[in-house]
Each structure stands twice: as structure tokens, then as C-alpha cells.
């Protein structure tokens, strides 16, 4: 759906923008509400290791899977780009490459799950029965690899293109599929840790099986396309060194933000399970908002691409706008919301140690959201502009210089609070540099 299209069903790009947000929103908040499911049913069972296991395994499948969140991202941004210009093949041609790359990314991480599993624990730091549940957790969920890698592909494509209904309604069969299998794994069968792996695992399968029947229906619509024109530029080379050159970048800025906060979660286990616990709520708390405020950044991502044909600046200075006030209102509200009525935690464990420590450290949920949230709506606007080396040098320098020194401060001094500073010191690079780069007349 072109940008032309838009302003012909809504009057103004100010509804446009909140319409396809409502949508990426509702989608992005069952991604998180899923996980705190996982969550809850860990952390209501007799031993507090499942949680603290669960944990800890997500920090490699954090590396698996959001290292190659290129496929979304990239994605998104050059479909919507492609709309922008009116180029139908184009769309088709990224989508073929695109589901080309994660098809043999998601081959390599099946054939090399063992040395990934190994090495991987070892490195981590917990306990042995905290060790042994993250174990598990993972050989369950290993086996959805090619769905996820997959539906990032088709996740972007239908970003790109701003069909957010698409988006929401593979989101929907996903995470509704997750949570009903959680509880027959977990619940009913009781397979704990291991059954919350394979309940995410074959929940990625029934939305990439959706997914691939919306590209089928949108083919069939487009009666002027044919296989036999794009297969022969298909392996064009400059425009597939242009996307391995994008991918790589966006692969560089997601690596390093996913070690931080995959340092962050190891760095606390250091602290003792009812601390690693009490983070981790935490930090689900902060993904949940995250998801929330990531309904914007999509949007801006989408608008951002198809504007950058554009010369004149003014619908590039009032998407920005628009998006940092939304995003702003809901990070800062949604701390607000977690200070103000504490015992929504208790929805997630009845572990009283866990909650009484969770409470001396949620006031770091405001600066961690209020600032997070500027940097969240840049991220997607670069992105949909695809600037990887913007994108590649902010992460590295926020990572690098705001969190790792502070972080390994805390470790230092057995400092949880100084640990939640580091998180804080992130999202403020991340926000200074992603920031102080737009206002660069290069990139304005």
C-alpha cells in the first residue's frame, strides 16, 4: 500500500500514522504477553530454577534469533522504500532474497545446535539446577529456528508495505498458540522448563504456515507478475551486495544491543537467584513497554522508508514529532503504571523474596523507559531509512562507552543498583547518538 493510497482512505497523515500504529501495537503486545505467560507458569511452580533457567537460555536464543533481526528490519525498511517509489518487482525480488538468506541461516543453527548449546552454558554463569532447566528450555525451542528467521522475513515484507492487519493477525496465531501450548506442555503435561521451549517453538510454525498463505494470496492478485522475469534477477549483484552490506550493519547494531542486555541478565545471576529473578521480572516489564513503544518506531519505520524518496523535509520533521511524543507518553506512563500499582507483580510470581527485592529496584523503570523510549522511535527511523552505518556506529558507542564500564562497575562492587544505572547510561547513549546524528545536516 503506497503512500498515495494512504491519503485517499484518511484524511490526515496524523490518523494514518495512529491507524497503522493501533495495529502494530496490538501486534507487538503479544509478543511480550506471551512471554510473561512463560513467565508466570515458570515462576509459579515449586522451584524458583525454572525462571532463573528460562532466563538464562534466552540469552542465547537473544543472540540466535535478534542477531539476524536484520531480516525484519532491513526488510522493512528497503519494502517500504520500494512502495515509496512504485516498484512492485522490487517487493517480490526482496522478499525471494531476503527468505533465501534466513532459510540457510536457520539450516546452520539446526546443524550446529550442539556446539552452540555447549559452548553457550558454558560461558554463562548459574548455578547447576539453574543450568540444568536453561538446558532444557532450549533443546525445545532450538527446533522452531527456521519458523522465526522465517517470519522475520514476512513480518518486515508486510511492514513495509503498512499492512498491519497481516502483521497483527500472524502476531494473534503466534502468541495465542504459545500460551495455549504452554499450558498443555507445562500445566497438563509437566514438562516445565523444556515444554515452554517447545510450546514458543511450534507456535513459530503455525504463523509462518498463515504467513506464507497471505504471500500466496497476494501473488495470486498480481496477475503482472511473473516467476520466470524475477528469477533472472534474482542473483543481481550489486542490489544483493547492497542488502549484505545493509544486513550486515543492522547485524553489527543488533549484536551489540542484544550482548548488553544479555550482560545485564548475566551479570545478575551473579547477585544470587532472587536477584537474577527479581531483574528478570523486571526486565519483562521493561519488554513488555518496549513492545508497546515498538508499535510506533514500526510505523515510523514504514513512513520513514516511504518518505525518503521525498525531498522536502516536512513529512520526515512531522513523523518524528508525532512518534517521540507517543513514544515519550507511553515509556514514562508505563513506569508509572508498575510504581504506582506494585502488586501486578504478583500476577507474575508468589515468591514474596523475589517481590520485596523487585520492589527496591522498579524506580529504574523511568529512566530506563522514559529515555528508552526517544531512542526506540530513532532506531525506527533510521532503520526505515536504512542508514545502517548510523544505526551500526550507535549501538557500538552506546554498548561500548555508556553500559559495559558501568556494568563492569557493578560486578566489581556486588552493586545491583549500579547495574540498573549501566541499563539507564544505555538507553541515554543510544538516545545521545542516534539523536546528535539527525541533527546533522547530512542526515536531517
Known amino acids: 500500500m503506497g503512500v498515495s493510497r494512504f491519503r485517499k482512505i484518511w484524511p490526515s497523515f496524523t490518523t494514518q500514522f495512529l491507524k497503522l500504529s493501533a495495529a502494530n501495537v496490538l501486534s507487538n503486545l503479544m509478543v511480550p504477553l506471551a512471554s510473561l505467560v512463560d513467565t508466570a507458569f515458570l515462576g509459579h511452580l515449586s522451584e524458583i530454577h525454572y525462571l532463573g533457567g528460562v532466563a538464562l537460555a534466552t540469552i542465547l536464543f537473544n543472540y540466535l534469533y535478534w542477531s539476524f533481526g536484520f531480516l525484519r528490519m532491513g526488510t522493512t525498511g528497503l519494502t ?23 532459510i540457510a541461516l536457520s539450516t546452520a543453527i539446526l546443524l550446529l545446535q550442539w556446539p552452540i548449546r555447549e559452548l553457550g552454558f558454558a560461558l554463562l554463569n548459574a548455578t547447576a539446577t539453574v543450568q540444568a532447566s536453561g538446558i532444557a528450555f532450549f533443546q525445545g525451542r532450538i527446533w522452531g529456528a527456521p519458523a522465526v528467521l522465517l517470519n522475520f522475513v514476512l513480518l518486515g515484507w508486510f511492514l513495509g508495505q503498512g499492512q498491519g492487519r497481516r502483521v497483527l493477525v500472524l502476531a494473534a496465531i503466534a502468541n495465542g498458540g504459545n500460551i495455549l501450548l504452554d499450558y498443555v506442555f507445562v500445566v497438563r503435561f509437566g514438562w516445565a522448563s523444556f515444554g515452554a521451549g517447545l510450546a514458543t517453538a511450534l507456535s513459530q510454525y503455525l504463523a509462518l504456515v ?6 500466496i494470496q497476494q501473488w495470486r492478485s498480481q496477475q503482472d507478475q511473473s516467476w520466470q522475469a524475477l528469477q533472472g534477477k534474482l542473483w543481481h549483484w550489486p542490489d544483493l551486495r547492497a542488502l549484505f552490506a ?4 543492522i547485524l553489527i547494531r ?11 541478565t548475566n551479570f545478575s545471576s551473579g547477585f544470587g537467584e532472587t536477584v537474577l529473578a527479581a531483574n528478570t521480572l ?7 513497554a518496549a513492545y508497546f513503544i515498538d508499535g510506533f518506531a514500526f510505523t515510523a519505520e514504514t513512513f520513514a522508508g516511504q518518505f525518503a524518496a521525498d525531498p522536502t523535509p516536512q513529512r520526515r520533521q512531522q513523523l518524528l514529532q508525532l512518534g517521540l511524543g507517543l513514544s515519550l507518553f ?3 506512563g508505563f513506569g508509572l503504571l508498575f510504581l504506582a500499582m506494585p502488586r501486578l507483580f504478583e500476577l507474575l510470581t508468589h515468591h514474596q523474596s523475589v517481590l ?22 530513532l532506531d525506527g527511523y533510521f532503520l526505515g531509512l536504512t542508514a ?18 558501568l556494568g563492569i562497575a557493578a560486578v566489581q562492587q556486588n552493586s545491583p543498583t549500579l547495574l540498573w544505572l549501566a541499563m539507564s547510561s544505555l538507553m541515554l547513549g543510544r538516545t545521545l547518538t542516534l539523536g546528535s546524528t539527525f541533527l546533522s545536516p547530512q542526515n536531517a
Open 80 to 102: 517500504a522504500q520500494a512502495v515509496g517509489r512504485g516498484e512492485a518487482e522490487d517487493l517480490w525480488l526482496l522478499l525471494w532474497r531476503s527468505g533465501g538468506i534466513a
Open 210 to 215: 498463515v504467513g506464507l498463505g497471505f504471500v
Open 246 to 249: 545493509l544486513n550486515r550493519d
Open 254 to 264: 543488533t549484536f551489540a544491543l542484544v550482548t548488553a542486555f544479555s550482560l545485564f
Open 282 to 288: 523486571l526486565l519483562q516489564v521493561i519488554s513488555l
Open 330 to 332: 507511553c515509556g514514562l
Open 356 to 377: 520485596d527485592t523487585v520492589g527496591q529496584y522498579s524506580i529504574w523503570l523511568l529512566p530506563v523507559l522514559g529515555i528508552g523510549s526517544i531512542a526506540y522511535l
Open 388 to 405: 545502517g552505518p548510523i544505526l551500526r556506529n550507535a549501538s557500538l558507542i552506546s554498548t561500548g562507552v555508556f553500559f559495559l564500564p
